[in-house]
DNA sequence: TACAATCCGGAAGCGATCTTCCGCTTCGTC
DNA sequence: GACGAAGCGGAAGATCGCTTCCGGATTGTA
């Protein structure tokens, strides 16, 4: 985020055009945390107070605009979940992967649908194949930390895990105010058995 | 379903008229099945094998068809919970009203969608008050001989409930193959300690 | 300052859907 | 079988939201 992009970008924005970009993205951002894949591209225009025409000229598409802030919010994620992996508690790391995730989901509320596409194998709002499988690989280690450490119950696999993070952010989305206490009756589940 | 609705439709209707409300009533739910919400009118008719405005000859609006099919499904919702608190086993009749609700989703693509107005408690496609009431007091009858029995965390809530159908809709929804691997998950979670 | 490349704004175009409208058809009855 | 009421079909209307287009403004450089 500091220094690359410089594949994708072959030549220095201007700086009216950069500072016209960040601010497109910041509305998107917000637009769609509110409405999900409904917002529409003349709010967004109007929040980052431009044109439509400029919003376009740094996004081709809808589409493309909500797969930017996708790879945003799954890089951040990524990150997180790197970060769980020195987690001392294994089981509390397993606890904070589910609460970040729900808090992904009430910062955008396109998030569910993109673990639904995760969990189901389609969707519209794939991530990157590569970003996927690191985000995999993680989850993976995290279950074996927590596997070994007896926190969780024998039989988890990795493969269990999306659908269960579909469902919190499902439910997360539904408007649910107390999603913590359905966060507790799911863990209660995973956790190794008496 | 044979008798009824003789006090909303003060008219008997014309043979053919009443032949056409069936039709397209069927197609409406193979249509709604298959793409949910975003199944178009116009599919609809063709499907009934009439023209569009005979749908609307029946039915004034596409939320107004959409309507008619959720309550046709929370009908039988409720008769089916009902017959549960027959069921000898209490928690055998939890397990199933859960399977029961990931195979109406699968019937019916716009279910999740109505769960979530449920559990979140807004939505836009809310059953009859009445209804709802019925189906929330069969779900409380259920935890209570649940409960008696030992059967569940004794601190396990009527209120816990929507959010817990909520989810296992959206992973359905999602089109997650086995779902009875995550239902399995869940309800782990919901047993009474040991 | 002058010039060219770059960028901007927002009206207009366009496709997709829901909904209306009305002349024609079918049904039920006398 | 004749008549009026009820129902039907599907083209046209209305709306909504994404996308394009281009004259004019802005930026960076000579």
Redesign the interface.
């Known amino acids: 985020m500091s220094t690359p992009a410089l594949e994708i970008q072959p030549r220095r924005l201007r700086a009216d055009a950069a500072r016209n970009r960040a601010k497109v993205l910041d509305a998107a951002r917000a637009a769609f945390a509110e409405h999900g894949t409904d917002a529409q591209m003349e709010e967004i225009a109007r929040r980052a107070g431009v044109g439509v025409g400029t919003v376009y000229r740094h996004f081709p598409t809808k589409q493309a605009l909500a797969e930017a802030l996708v790879e945003e919010r799954f890089k951040r994620t990524i990150a997180y979940t790197t970060e769980l992996l020195e987690e001392p508690d294994p089981w509390l790391a397993i606890v904070k992967s589910f609460e970040f995730c729900a808090t992904t989901q009430e910062q955008n509320r396109a998030w ?1 649908g993109v ?3 995760i ?4 969707g519209a709002m794939q991530p990157a194949e590569h970003q996927l499988g690191q985000l995999l690989a993680n989850t993976e280690r995290m279950l074996d930390r927590a596997r070994a450490a007896g926190a969780i ?1 024998p039989d ?1 696999k990795p493969a ?1 895990m ?3 993070y ?6 997360v ?4 105010a107390d ?1 913590r ?2 966060l507790e ?6 956790r190794a ?2």
Chains 1, 2 share one sequence.
């Open positions: 569910a673990l639904a596409g969990a189901g194998g389609s119950r988890l269990d999306p659908p269960l579909c469902g919190l952010a499902a439910v989305q539904a408007g649910v999603w206490r359905y009756l799911l863990l209660a589940g995973l058995p008496a």
